[in-house]
């Protein structure tokens, strides 16, 4: 559970900001989203080998 203490006459805003910025550190909604769904292993490795192959591409491409 995340605690947010909010200081006196702090913006709620404010505060919500942080909370935001603090939930996504903490992966919950990446990890819902991978739950919801199953993933063979196959097919996450061929996503991870591709997005190599796109970064070294780009890398080959800055080289030049």
């Known amino acids: 559970m995340l605690i947010i203490p909010i200081k006196e006459g702090e ?14 550190k903490t992966g919950a909604k990446r990890e819902l989203q991978n739950r919801k769904q ?5 097919v996450l490795r061929r996503a991870q080998i591709q997005k190599a192959q796109y970064i070294q591409r780009l890398r080959d491409q800055e080289s030049l």
């Open 38 to 42: 199953f993933t063979k292993p196959s």
């Open 11 to 24: 913006n709620i805003d404010r505060a919500l900001k942080r909370f935001k910025r603090k939930f996504d």
